[in-house]
């Protein structure tokens, strides 16, 4: 005997207020007799700390706790009996919070997570266990009208533009420019730009475009801050020719990254670094604080 939770839309993607629809799948080769079928629709964000915060938060280590976003439960079928061979049983459950409360993005981050679960269970009596399904959907959180200030984020490094640097004699003679399409970015289009390496004393190694999430959590005792890296692209190997313009393009990746949320007790931020490794190790990295939202008309914001 077997307990499916199957959703009517193939993509498991939903935005607030919508209805979660699907069915309940019960698959018995015989009469199977039951002490109710119930399923619960849940969402959560549950956070951590980095193993460097915990001795110095440790006040927020032992207060935190999980923040419910939504719980709804539901008796599908009262105690009975259901007939050998599949059976079908459909539910529906709005996508509304007590007092309008926000439900954020799916996310799947390090030190912070944003799940939407549902979780069915056919109870079986005392002496015998229950069957439990668990699946878990996307919910794609508040939408804008129009994403703001999307205008180019033109660059220039070079040696005298580097921050954190003990020498800049010791830096070879180089300068690379180039532009990113936006800063303020749609989640649903790739990010874009184009790079030039105008000239380099020291032969190029490798070019790469690395996405970087910065996770804040915290309460009135501290806030921990932790930066992790999300993806990393290479877009050149090799000495690249001098002066030729490379293309960047970047896919922000479903679930590892979500809309800029900043809340009392949590915040996900985004930057992007572009990553320059010269033959003689020499590593460059230029940094660029960058937001994703998600607009309501895909097309408009394009």
């Not at 307990?3 to 199977?32: E, H, N």
């Not at 001795?55 to 599908?76: M, R």
């Not at 033109?154 to 580097?162: E, W, Y």
């Not at 420019?177 to 190694?205: M, Q």
């Amino acid at each position: 005997m077997s307990l499916d939770i199957r959703l009517k839309k193939a993509s498991k993607s939903y935005s607030p207020k919508q209805a979660v629809k699907g069915t309940l799948v019960i698959d018995s080769k015989t009469d199977l007799s039951h002490s109710g079928l119930f399923i619960t629709l849940e969402g959560m964000v549950n956070m951590q700390l980095s193993a460097k915060s915990v001795g110095i938060f440790e006040a927020f280590y032992n207060s935190v706790k999980p923040i419910q976003l939504i719980h709804v439960a539901l008796e599908v079928q009262k105690a009975g009996k259901f007939s050998a061979g599949v059976t079908d049983i459909p539910f529906e459950f709005p996508l509304i919070t007590k007092g309008n409360r926000p439900l954020y993005d799916t996310y799947h981050g390090v030190f912070i997570s944003i799940q939407y679960t549902l979780k069915a269970e056919l109870k079986r009596g005392m002496l015998n266990k229950s069957l439990t399904k668990q699946l878990e959907f996307v919910v794609e959180g508040p939408k804008v009208d129009k994403i703001p200030g999307q205008v180019p984020v033109p660059f220039t490094i070079s040696p005298a533009s580097l921050e954190n640097v003990r020498e800049q004699s010791l830096v070879p003679d180089f300068k690379i420019s180039g532009v990113l399409d936006r800063a303020i970015c749609n989640i649903e289009e790739p990010l874009r730009g184009s790079l030039t390496v105008e000239h380099s004393v020291v032969p190029v190694k490798s070019i790469e475009l690395q996405l970087v999430r910065v996770e804040t959590c915290g309460c009135a005792e501290g806030y921990a801050k932790d930066a992790t890296e999300i993806q990393n692209i290479q877009i050149a190997e090799g000495d690249v020719m001098r002066g030729l313009s490379i293309p960047l393009h970047m896919v922000f990746p479903r679930l590892f990254t979500c809309i800029t949320t900043a809340t009392n007790n949590f915040k996900i931020e985004y930057e992007v670094n572009v990553v320059i490794v010269l033959k003689d190790d020499h590593l460059i990295t230029e940094n660029f604080p960058i937001k994703i939202y998600r607009p309501k008309d895909t097309s408009a914001a394009a």
